[in-house]
């Protein structure tokens, strides 16, 4: 029988778990919101969520928006990814293998070790032992993707990687909380100080506006809400579309890393079991 691994989370990083895991022969079932908070949906299996035939592809592994659990098994017998929006507790699987991506589990993380054989929490909020049997770097750097099984990963910090010299500029970030609506799209080019959509708070709508002369590479979805100050969109300053089908390299390291830990936790398992 195929392991089935269910992943939290369908950005580009769960995406690149999701993607690693669907390649390795299990079956995967990715959760996340039916409006996706993703940045980068054109390399996102969330963006199945929205996408009007229920289907989004990335670098060649087809997800399929899914309504009932009967939609998950015939994705699965169709060699596709499950991507999966309501709730988690309807879908009735108790799989071989966890793993968070969501990435908010910065400030709460809700998964427990004991929800499945094998679980795998990515990024800073985890602790390898107590909340999950791993933990996965997600900071870019030498410890990138790299399987903790003591401790936790580095703390967040918010800035992204040097792109064309570039790295805090690159990014795009609210004015205040409320509702974003986007007015540009991904791939767009802009110039600095260009607006690219507003923040609807109670009293009026604030604009967003970037910093940096680029590629819209990140935007979030219209309708979406957003903390004061948060980060809603990056710029990309090489301008080059192909880069929107491309998974980062940071996704496809992270990916590389749960299925090594993957390995690793089955590995202790069966020697456990065997002493």
């Not at 996340?32 to 989004?56: E, K, Q």
């Not at 809700?110 to 999950?132: H, K, N, Q």
């Not at 970037?210 to 969109?233: D, E, F, Y």
Request: proline letters at 5%.
């Amino acid at each position: 029988m195929q392991q089935v691994a269910l992943v939290r989370g369908g950005g580009d990083l769960g995406t690149g778990i999701a993607h690693a895991l669907h390649l390795s022969g299990r079956r995967v079932v990715v959760v996340d919101r039916p409006l996706p908070s993703a940045l980068r949906l054109t390399v996102a299996f969330a963006a199945a969520a929205v996408a009007p035939d229920g289907r989004w592809t990335v670098q060649g592994v087809e997800a399929l928006r899914c309504a009932r659990p009967d939609d998950v098994a015939a994705a699965w017998a169709a060699g596709r990814v499950a991507l999966w929006t309501g709730p988690e507790a309807d879908l009735g699987l108790r799989p071989d293998l966890l793993v968070d991506a969501r990435m908010r589990a910065l400030t709460e993380p809700s998964t427990r070790r004991d929800e499945a054989p094998l679980v795998i929490g990515v990024g800073p909020g985890f602790r390898a032992g107590v909340d999950a049997h791993a933990v996965i770097e997600s900071n870019r750097g030498p410890r990138l993707g790299r399987v903790i099984t003591e401790g936790v990963a580095e703390p967040h910090t918010g800035v992204p990687g040097a792109v064309a010299g570039y790295r805090r500029e690159r990014l795009i970030l609210s004015p205040c909380a409320g509702t974003f609506e986007r007015c540009r799209d991904l791939g767009d080019a802009v110039e600095a100080g260009d607006v690219v959509g507003h923040v609807l708070d109670d009293a009026d709508g604030r604009p967003v506006r970037v910093g940096l002369s680029g590629m819209i590479r990140g935007l979030k979805l219209t309708g979406v809400r957003v903390g004061a100050g948060h980060k809603v969109g990056d710029v990309d300053p090489r301008r080059d579309r192909a880069l929107l089908l491309e998974m980062t390299d940071k996704a496809r390291a992270v990916g590389r890393g749960v299925l090594e830990a993957a390995a690793l936790l089955a590995h202790d398992q069966r020697r456990a079991r065997c002493t």
